[in-house]
């Protein structure tokens, strides 16, 4: 539902962060087997930014997309989504954000095998409640923005890796969502059709698109504007591109 907004409060949308990782830790265990995955994590992240985390296996990049995603909550510390704190949410609510907010890219593409594209891309605006004839239109927009208008009616078996990521992508963007996550997005693609999603995400992010991706691979990592790397479930460096060690 809108709530109407003065100029002031609009303003302020547009200048607060994307999302905000405060003071964050997360411990699994407990005791002698205790994992401190994540450990007193900082992080701001932009409107529009394109920004890459990287880090050996085992560093936190998955416990800190997982905060991010709003698909595990914090041991301590506190995530504001959208100027949202989600330890004021509720399960149902916190589901209903992460539809809204977030578009979430995987690994594997996580596409329904025998949906068409177009089915595919529209499924989270059924959950949003937008209706059939708008789904479909603009289910067929985000096609078209990812390059795969002349796949709509195409099922995942019949597309490449590369072009089962990109409807993956135009799923993701389907809702409009304030950020996209990316969970090593190239990692089951080969090069070139690596290099061709880094050229979409890179087309996404002059379009304004707020993208965070994860990737343990600095080739990838390299194709983002600002690299954050994590080892023991700390940021040991946060840089922008260009910008010196
Ligand atoms: N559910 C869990 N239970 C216990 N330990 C976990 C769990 N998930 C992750 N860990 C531990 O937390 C640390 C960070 O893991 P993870 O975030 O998956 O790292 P990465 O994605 O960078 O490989 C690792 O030591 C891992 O073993
Ligand atoms: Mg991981």
Known sequence: MA????AEQA??????????????????GRNDAEVRALDGVNLSVQRGE????????????????????????????RYLLDGIDTALM??????????????????????????????NVAMPLAYAGV??????QRAL??????????RA???????????????????ALAADPVMLLADEPTGALDTQASAEIMDLFDQ???????IVMITHELDVASRAERVVRMQDGRIISDQLKGAAA
């Open 90 to 119: 509720d399960e149902h609510q916190l589901a209903q954000i992460r539809n809204r907010k977030i578009g979430f890219v995987f690994q594997n593409f996580n596409l329904i095998a025998r949906t068409r594209a177009i089915d």
């Open 141 to 150: 927009r985000v096609l078209d923005a990812v390059g795969l208008s002349e």
């Open 153 to 171: 009616t195409h099922r995942p078996t019949e597309l490449s890796g590369g072009q089962q990521q990109r409807v993956a992508i135009a799923r």
């Open 3 to 6: 709530t109407p907004v003065s």
């Open 204 to 210: 996404l992010h002059h379009a304004g698109r707020t």
């Open 11 to 28: 303003d302020a949308a547009v200048d607060r962060p994307v999302l905000r990782v405060e003071e964050v830790t997360k411990v699994y």
């Open 50 to 77: 394109f920004l890459a985390i990287v880090g050996a296996s085992g560093s936190g990049k998955s416990t800190l997309m997982n905060v991010i995603g709003c698909l595990d909550a914090p041991s301590s510390g």
């Open 131 to 136: 209706h059939r004839a708008e789904r479909r």
